[in-house]
């Protein structure tokens, strides 16, 4: 069996509107990729291999456009692209995706009250996908975060998400609490939160190489 390839996603541009905390202390697109390159040399310390599917904060200054819709479809097919380009190479049941982000409840700029953390998977996710997003949830559960599911059975979320939907390989979204949820924001910001955040990946991420090696699904 070959090694699995990790690809973990970074969240949005920091162009993308909204998409912080109402304090503005916490931006998703900077928070993510801290914890995604700081997640990336975790991995790396277990030998696994990983990749980023997007790693500037913002697209590249020809792809740029006033048109925040018109963005968001490049950056988006930028992700898709690069993780399906890695699924040609190494084989789509030897790669996994995992794509960071933050949950917002609304979009007002007011703080709110939901908070916890929760993972995501296409509707007409693979049974992999889903082996990773239980993995995930019980890391996050251990971890002593308050989980959100959508029934006592189920440990995840079907969503229709672009990069969820057409991505070859296993795929999950993280939302790791609510960035307007003031008690949430504190925690991310704070150094004990990121690196709970990245442990819980580390172990999700691990305890489904480790299941899925078994069951070569
Ligand atoms: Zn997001």
């Known amino acids: 069996m070959m090694d699995k390839i990790v690809i973990l996603g970074t969240a949005h541009r920091l162009r ?64 898709v692209n690069e993780v399906n380009s890695l699924c040609d190479r190494y084989g789509k049941r030897n790669v996994l995706y995992v794509s960071i982000h933050v949950d917002a409840s609304g979009s007002d700029g007011k703080w709110h009250e939901p908070c916890g953390w929760s993972v995501r998977l296409s509707p007409e996710a693979s049974k992999s996908s889903r082996i990773l997003a239980e993995n995930l949830f019980d890391a996050a559960k251990k971890h002593g975060l308050k989980v959100r599911q959508p029934s006592p059975r189920q440990k995840y979320w079907e969503q229709d998400l672009y990069v969820l939907n057409r991505t070859h390989c296993p795929a999950v979204l993280t939302e790791n609490l609510f960035m307007d949820n003031k008690k949430d924001a504190d925690f991310l910001l704070s150094e004990e939160g990121k690196h709970e955040i990245e442990r819980l990946h580390l172990e999700g991420i691990l305890g489904y190489i480790k299941e899925i090696g078994t069951k070569e699904l």
């Open 16 to 79: 993308e509107p909204g998409k912080m905390s109402p304090d503005g202390k916490l931006r998703e697109a900077v928070w993510s990729r801290e914890i995604v390159l700081e997640l990336m040399q975790k991995l790396k310390e277990y030998g696994i291999q990983t990749y980023v599917d997007f790693t500037d904060l913002d697209l590249p200054k020809n792809m740029q456009t006033p048109s925040a819709k018109l963005e968001r479809q490049r950056e988006l097919a930028l992700r």
